[in-house]
């Protein structure tokens, strides 16, 4: 077994004063080498000294993989789940305000207590016996797997991290294995052929398991890993469909006994539908028996922060590649603006801004670039260069998402929108601007009253 020693393993676990969740997150960070370590040998030895691998984690598993689409889907499976009166378990990543955002139990955002629970106990295990080095994202999917073991919910639902064969998620095996769509995206760490990417995702799956494809267009790879494990397929347009408008469409599936079912006049959950149709199927093959006043219902209520999350006139959406940035160009032009739509655009110097700009140029009226933080970052300017150079008109260049928000929210006009796209972290910023200026608002009226 190979593991990397660093200043941590040989400090004790406990310190003067209890660790915060903030002191936790700050520890995790500094405590492995890089922050992206893809491989299952480390994190198996840890989850094995918790004993997570000698039982089931929950009644039933679903792991959900893919380039877009993984956050929607789980989100809907999750709602779809507690309809029918299920127990559930929901583990995702990244978040966009709180840590806490990513572990989920019975659609509640878990405790800073249970959280610091989890990293004390990963953090015993990892120590005992030769010290074993773990990422802050290993140790936060340990942590939260910990967490849902002890309750044993009826469903957990797993979302992998950027990869899928070798992401920490995938010590566990999932009794149904879900593959959205496949995308170029993480390419320093994924590669940039499609097929490559595929296997990747499709790791995941397992034999003699079903295996939900979730969209028409994936690369032969996924297919091809799934029958070389005899994993019992399942591909949208061809074992299930969805047909109809957004507002009343039907589903037709099978359950895992290969009984046919077919729910019609569904909502509009203002997420892709073709998650959607995967998330009924998913759920199917995981022995839900569907009954569709409970799936209308979901279907209707579910919400997903930073998913074409609209604020008064703000719409708010963390795609971040091509493939995404085109789905949301579908949703808007369905949605014409009757002033103009101005686009925030924050993006990671790794990230496809071309691309992304190429499918949302049709529905966005002018731009304000934004720089983000960090070794990864992308500067204002650089941003504002890429749009200039295609022909985009820059309104204005901000230093940070916040800075922004704050100046392109006094030049707007009554008939104006705003998309705020581009990634995780120019979402999560300016989410955080609306909830503190919606505050101070609230605050003013106190005042004022």
Not at 17 to 27: C, G, I, K
Not at 338 to 367: F, Q
Not at 417 to 426: A, D, K, Q, R, Y
């Amino acid at each position: 077994m190979t593991s990397a020693k660093n200043a941590d393993d040989e400090s004790p676990m406990s310190e003067t004063l209890p660790l915060t969740l903030d002191d936790w997150l700050t520890r995790l960070e500094r405590q492995h080498p890089v922050s992206i370590d893809l491989g299952l040998e480390r994190v198996a030895e840890v989850g094995e000294r918790l004993g997570l691998l000698a039982q089931p984690l929950a009644g039933r598993v679903i792991t959900v993989a893919g380039t877009n689409g993984k956050g929607s889907t789980v989100a809907m499976l999750e709602a779809l789940a507690r309809a029918h009166g299920l127990s559930t378990a929901t583990y995702t990543s990244p978040h966009l305000l709180r840590y806490n955002e990513r572990l989920r139990l019975d659609g509640r955002e878990a405790g800073d207590d249970m959280l610091i629970e989890g990293f004390e106990r990963v953090e015993a295990a990892r120590l005992a016996g030769e010290p074993i080095s773990l990422t802050y994202f290993e140790a936060g999917t340990l942590a939260a797997l910990w967490s849902i073991a002890q309750r044993r919910p009826d469903l957990a639902l797993l979302e992998v991290g950027l990869g899928g064969r070798l992401d920490a998620v995938n010590i566990l095996d999932a009794d149904v294995g879900v593959v959205t769509t496949v995308a170029q995206d993480h390419a320093a760490f994924l590669g940039s052929e499609l097929e490559g990417i595929g296997r990747e995702k499709a790791g995941i799956l397992r034999a003699g398991c079903p295996a939900v494809l979730g969209s028409p267009s994936l690369p032969a790879s996924v297919r091809g890993v799934a029958d070389e494990l005899g994993a019992r397929v399942h591909a949208l347009g061809e074992h299930f469909s969805r047909q109809g408008a957004a507002d009343a469409w039907e589903w037709t599936g099978r359950n895992d006994s290969g009984r046919r079912i077919r729910l019609t006049g569904l909502p509009d959950p203002g997420l892709p539908l073709d998650n959607a149709a995967t998330a009924l199927q998913a759920l199917a093959l995981a022995g839900v028996a569907l009954e569709g006043t409970h799936c209308r219902q979901a279907l209707k209520e579910v919400q997903l922060p930073g998913r074409m999350q609209w604020l008064g006139n703000w719409c708010l959406d963390v795609g971040h590649n091509p493939h995404a940035a085109a789905y949301l160009a579908t949703r808007l032009a369905e949605r014409p603006c009757r002033g103009r739509r101005i686009g925030l655009l924050g993006m990671l110097a790794d990230k496809d801004a071309e691309g992304v700009i190429d499918a949302l140029s049709e529905v966005v009226d002018a731009w304000v670039s934004v720089g983000l933080s960090g070794e990864r970052a992308r500067s204002a300017a650089a941003l504002a260069g890429t749009l200039e150079a295609v022909g985009q008109p820059v309104l204005h260049q901000a230093v940070s998402p916040a800075a922004g928000a704050a100046w392109l929210a006094a030049e707007l006009g009554d008939d104006d929108e705003v998309l705020v796209c581009g990634s995780f972290f120019t979402v999560a910023e300016v989410l955080a601007w609306w909830e503190s200026r919606s505050a101070r608002r609230e605050h003013n009226e106190i005042r004022n009253a």
